[in-house]
């Protein structure tokens, strides 16, 4: 049994390393003036997968008060969905980006989802009207991708649900919840905003730069 485990620490390193008249000169969400706290293996959700069900998990990275400012008095949240091809990588491979993130004042959540390993059932949904290359192109094999691709759309607005749901408990901005990712979690961020338009209002849809 996994259980969620918390770390605290502070980013030091060339881009990273402030001087006390810098911290004091910083301004939240401009400036790295944030230490961060690292809680790994939270459970965000399940997914049905062919060995029965899986449990998805994230890690949350929040800003600590190092003495560089005044925390926000709620934080902007954001997902981060790692790349691999819908065949591997790990929730991890995005932790300097999200270290990153959370020492300029946002909680961040790293989060895993079903991948073509995990031999996920028919599942319907965006990637259903994507056209594919064909071999030796093709990065995942089809109906299986697709079913695939779907389930990770799926798990990402579950995690897009878990950081609202829960904002209370992490100080996070409910208003103002980002998504993005690389490679493959690119593709699974804009088909989650692109599948969850319809039910959200468009000025509450905006891109992160």
């Known amino acids: 049994m996994r259980f969620a485990r918390v770390t605290t620490y502070v980013v030091i390193g060339i881009v990273f390393s402030l001087s006390a008249s810098a911290l004091q000169a910083g301004t939240m969400f401009i400036d790295p003036i944030y230490g961060v706290s690292k809680t790994t293996n939270i459970v965000y959700g399940t997914g049905a997968v062919g060995a029965g069900t899986l449990n998805l998990e994230l890690d949350l990275y929040q ?17 981060l969905i790692h790349g691999g091809s819908f065949i591997g990588g790990d929730k991890a491979d995005l932790a300097f980006l999200a270290q990153t993130f959370a020492t300029y004042g946002y909680t961040v959540s790293s989060i895993n989802y079903r991948m073509l390993g995990d031999v996920v059932p028919p599942t319907s949904g965006p990637a259903d009207f994507l056209v594919f290359p064909p071999p030796p192109f093709a990065t995942v094999p089809v109906p299986t991708g697709t079913y695939t691709i779907n389930a990770a759309v799926e798990d990402a607005t579950k995690a897009m649900a878990w950081m609202r749901d829960n904002a209370g408990v992490y100080n996070i901005d409910a208003s103002r919840v980002a998504i993005g990712g690389g490679s493959a979690g690119a593709i699974t961020a804009l088909l989650q905003a692109y599948k969850s338009a319809p039910t959200i209002p468009p000025l509450e849809i905006r891109p992160l730069m």
Do not use: K, M
Not at 63 to 79: M, N, Q, R
């Open 63 to 79: 800003p600590t008060d190092i003495g560089g400012g005044a925390l926000p008095a709620l934080s902007p949240g954001i997902v």
